[in-house]
């Protein structure tokens, strides 16, 4: 495939295989990543240079506009190496598609002299916002920004109060680095340390109403930048796209400890039985059903935006019973999987509580990833079942 400027896409399986070449550098790295609490400057690199970060974007700015699976395939092998690497991939990998949906003046200050360049985010809402002729100035204080080291733009939520009697408008404003500071050392968890997930402070600067994304278009599909970006990739409701991208980093983390649970079970032997874990059919059921059950998740993950996209594709609104039935399903993945590992690593013995165990790290980053607020199914169950019956839904990130 070639794009709008006659440069070679790569296809979908050589980006793939690129990610999984990947995986031992990563697994290799993976220990600084988490002493620094960021992901290495070099895998940043050459995460760029593989162009795993064009999947999303769109072709006229250097873009390959891919199916989502292979975005998602690709976050998860590099996942599989280290889950921050994986997570900071998927959130930041996701972002070209939001911005795609931004006015074309937000996307050509983005990417007009750079196609690499990277944008992190935090849709907390709790900026305050002034509005002012032209755009609204912008104040705040947001946790949770992963890779934002890494980036020259950020993507920061806030309510506008002030709609002249209408109701509150949540929006998300695109800042460029001179307008806002990343504040370090604000990141210290015990699961996914290497995310680099740092503070914003922003001191009430000026956003031109170019450079904001209102929720309510994203929920509508209407968007801005659809006028310039017209292929059905972009027609996929956002929200759908973004529950999943932090989500999907935990195949990856499943698939690593699930491994090193084999691993230790093929070499240990308990000390005080002389029992040969590998013989242990309770640790062989317990490994069975997370191969089986991560499989299973999996299959229904990849369905469902094959299921999305054939909607786009069609110009066909998706459903609103199945978007609260996707976003349900994604908000389980993270504690299924954490569950799943929680059933091996207790099987383990005294292998698995060194940090040196190759089974701690994932374990650790499962449990970390189930605080996004996205990964809580208790924020779902409502909407699923009342989108059933015909009602509209309350959280209307969907």
Request: aromatic share 10%.
């Amino acid at each position: 495939m070639i794009d709008e400027t006659g440069a070679q896409i790569p296809t979908a399986e050589a980006l793939v295989e690129r990610a999984r070449a990947m995986i031992p550098t990563l697994r290799e790295r993976a220990r600084a990543c988490t002493l620094a609490h960021n992901v290495p400057v070099e895998t940043v690199a050459e995460m760029k240079a593989a162009g795993f970060f064009r999947v999303l974007q769109p072709k006229r700015y250097g873009g390959y506009e891919m199916h989502p699976n292979v975005f998602f395939d690709i976050q998860k092998a590099l996942a599989e190496g280290c889950m921050s690497t994986g997570w900071i991939y998927g959130v930041l990998g996701c972002h070209p598609f939001e911005l795609a949906l931004f006015h074309d003046e937000a996307q050509q200050e983005v990417w007009g002299d750079d196609a690499d360049m990277l944008v992190s985010s935090t849709y907390q809402p709790v900026g305050k916002v002034e509005k002012a002729e032209g755009g609204f100035y912008l104040s705040g204080r947001w946790g949770f920004s992963s890779g934002s080291t890494h980036c020259g733009w950020v993507l920061l939520g806030a309510i506008n109060f002030d709609t002249d009697g209408g109701p509150p408008d949540m929006r998300t404003f695109l800042l460029p680095r001179p307008d806002y500071q990343v504040i370090e050392g604000t990141w210290d968890t015990f699961g996914l340390q290497g995310t680099g997930s740092f503070d914003i402070v922003v001191d009430r600067v000026f956003v031109p109403e170019y450079r904001t994304h209102k929720a309510s278009d994203g929920f509508a599909c209407k968007n801005p930048g659809q006028e310039i970006n017209t292929a059905p990739l972009y027609r996929i409701p956002w929200a759908q796209l973004f529950v999943r991208s932090v989500s999907t980093a935990a195949f990856g983390g499943a698939r690593a400890a699930i491994q090193a649970g084999i691993d230790i079970m093929n070499s240990r032997v308990s000390s005080n039985t002389g029992k040969a874990a590998k013989a242990d059919p309770v640790l062989h059921a317990a490994l069975a059903r997370a191969i089986a059950e991560v499989n299973e998740m999996e299959l229904t993950h990849r369905v469902t935006f094959d299921q999305l996209l054939g909607y786009a594709e069609r110009n066909e609104p998706v459903p609103m019973d199945r978007r609260a039935m996707f976003a349900y399903q994604s908000s389980n993945v993270v504690r299924r999987m954490a569950d799943l590992v929680d059933d091996i690593v207790k099987l383990l013995g005294g292998r698995a509580v060194y940090m040196s165990s190759p089974i701690l790290q994932p374990w650790l980053d499962l449990h970390a990833a189930r605080a996004h607020v996205a990964n809580d199914p208790g924020n779902r169950s409502s909407d699923l079942l009342g989108t059933m019956q015909g009602e509209a839904p309350a959280f209307t990130f969907i």
